[in-house]
């Protein structure tokens, strides 16, 4: 039988160390990048706030009612058919698949509470914020990286022109308020869907699963999905945002913005949702 010398055991601790210290090296170098990223979304939202603030409680500054309009027409009024489309399905999903498990215990008339509960404090807000984040996000971000590749960044700056302000600001409020005007049409949809689900297939009157619902929802089950989707609107314009004003690389690069804002959207999305779920539970909210 060959025995490993010493030379080969003092090789394979040599190599160990290395792969170790090189991926010592390659966590410190991605958590660096991380730090630097969620640096650059602080200061960006931050930069953002301030030029709100100024535009709304300053004379000097103008808000630029126009720009937020076209914004908003193209953020929120342009998503209504398929958050209209999605939320309907989920309201039929819920109410068929919860069917069988309540008819067993005799509590059919139930599918109204959980269809009403988990539509304004979960999937309302959630749903409509990554079909906003595909939908709205993907473009802000292919269209201020577009900008940025053909320089038009370089010039407003060479004008004296803030691109924050005239960019990033109207993008900024579109999504906050569209945001939170779709999860109400979401939570109307949801509704809905469950409703008809409930009255053509399951035979529950329709007075009936309207009072279950109402009896089931206070006001809390609102206002905690409104200041979900508000906070889902500000990640996914700043994530938009930053990707798009650090694009690189030429029609790649944008390709490559348009990509990471969608993932990074998503994944931070369900993320706060995880977040705000615990503290809304801890609190009794």
């Known amino acids: 039988m060959s025995e490993t010398t ?8 040599v190599d160990g160390i290395t792969a170790l210290g090189q991926t010592a090296i390659g966590a410190k170098g991605g958590l660096e990048d991380r730090v630097r990223y969620f640096g650059g979304l602080g200061y ?29 027409v193209r953020v929120g009024v342009r998503s209504i058919p398929i958050i209209v489309l999605v939320q309907t399905f989920i309201g039929i999903i819920l109410a068929l698949q919860m069917a069988p498990t309540l008819e067993a215990y005799g509590s059919l008339e139930r599918i109204a509470d959980i269809v009403g509960i988990a539509v ?13 984040s595909g939908f709205a996000g993907a473009s802000i971000a292919a269209e201020i990286g577009a900008m940025v590749e053909a320089e038009e960044i370089k010039a407003l700056r060479a004008h004296a022109l803030n691109p924050i ?4 600001v109207p993008r900024f409020l579109a999504a906050v308020i ?20 409930s009255w053509f297939v399951l035979d529950i009157a329709p ?32 994530i938009a945002c930053y990707e798009g004003l650090n694009v690189s ?37």
């Open 6 to 13: 010493p030379h080969h055991k003092s090789n394979r601790l």
């Open 44 to 72: 960006l939202l931050f930069d953002a706030l301030v030029w709100l603030w100024r535009g709304l409680f300053t004379r000097q500054i103008r808000l630029g009612r126009t720009a937020l309009s076209i914004q908003m």
């Open 120 to 132: 304004f404090r979960e999937l309302g807000p959630l749903l409509s914020a990554i079909v906003l």
């Open 165 to 168: 302000r005239f960019l990033v």
């Open 178 to 197: 569209m945001l939170m005007c779709l999860t109400i049409l979401a939570d109307v949809v949801g509704v809905l869907g469950g409703l008809f689900t």
């Open 207 to 238: 007075a009936k699963y309207l009072n279950f619902t109402q009896a089931a929802l206070v006001y809390k089950d609102f206002f905690t999905g409104l200041i979900k989707a508000g906070v889902f609107g500000i990640l996914i314009s700043m």
């Open 249 to 285: 690389g030429g029609a790649e690069g944008v390709g490559r913005a348009t990509t990471s804002t969608v993932v990074k959207s998503i994944v931070a999305l369900i993320a706060t949702d995880c977040i705000f779920t615990a503290v809304f539970y801890l609190f009794e909210l």
